[in-house]
């Protein structure tokens, strides 16, 4: 009798830790990153967030309220570099975060000065000024990447980390009549590529997850005819070249969710 009453408590001892274990399993999300994840330029800014512009029609908040995380924590800011989400954003990671979403690096390859050099000077000054940044892209984000992946590994060591790109900005040949040559199109573009590539890697050396988002941003870029990107937007500067509410949901959204 003793031995049965035993084997039953054990059985039991071991259903609750189970029980406990399933309870505690790490399913949390925080979104990490910059203005792509904060999503400036999809509009709905929560008035809390201030100049970090986040939006409800960002991809994170998209994937958070189809999908009912444990927790959600979003502290991804616009204008953030690799430096500003190691000292500012990664204060809910813990053990309970299962998910983290990160875009980072266009800020730190001087994307915003790019493109203002590009709009408002010569051909060669633009492309100049673009090979500066991809040389920056080469020889130093590697290095500012490597900290941002570990200093999110410390906190949240047994969390899904999906890393995401960026778009190509521009569709060559395509339907704008005035602005950028073609040559500064092309320029700015393979500066994109670039990022992604050198991002991809950097996430795959440290076991993260790399989304591709200039597959569904194909067809929807500038000079498409049916642009998920802001061009030049004087009214509101800060929304240039950034993914619209329909990029957010159509670009960026499905690939999150694919890798997450």
Not at 104 to 133: H, K, P, W, Y
Not at 140 to 147: A, E, I, K, R, V
Not at 184 to 204: F, G
Request: glycine letters at 12%.
């Amino acid at each position: 009798m003793t031995s049965v009453l035993l084997a039953a408590g054990v059985a039991l001892t071991g259903a609750t830790a189970a029980q406990a274990s399933e309870q505690a399993a790490p399913t949390g999300y925080v979104a990490l990153g910059d203005s792509y994840s904060s999503g400036v330029g999809a509009g709905s800014y929560d008035s809390s967030s201030g100049s970090c512009k986040r939006s409800t029609k960002a991809y994170p908040a998209l994937w958070a309220a189809s999908h009912s995380p444990s927790s959600f924590n979003f502290t991804a800011c616009s204008g953030a570099r690799t430096g500003d989400v190691i000292s500012g954003q990664l204060g809910p990671l813990g053990p309970g975060t299962g998910l983290v979403s990160l875009t980072v690096g266009g800020n730190d390859a001087g994307f915003a000065d790019v493109m203002t050099t590009c709009v408002l000077q010569s051909e060669s000054t633009c492309i100049a000024r673009v090979n500066e940044a991809k040389a920056y892209i080469q020889n130093t984000l590697p290095g500012n990447l490597n900290q941002v992946y570990d200093a999110i590994s410390a906190k949240a060591p047994v969390a899904h980390v999906v890393v995401l790109g960026y778009p190509r900005f521009y569709k060559l040949s395509g339907s704008c009549v005035a602005g950028l040559t073609e040559n500064e199109r092309a320029a700015i573009n393979s500066a994109a590529d670039l990022l992604n590539s050198t991002t991809a890697k950097r996430a795959a050396d440290h076991g993260f997850a790399f989304g591709d988002v200039t597959t569904t941003f194909t067809g929807h870029e500038i000079c498409s005819g049916d642009s998920w990107l802001h061009s030049v937007n004087w009214a509101n500067p800060s929304e240039s070249y950034h993914p619209t509410a329909a990029g957010q949901s159509g670009g960026y959204l499905p690939v999150f969710g694919a890798a997450a």
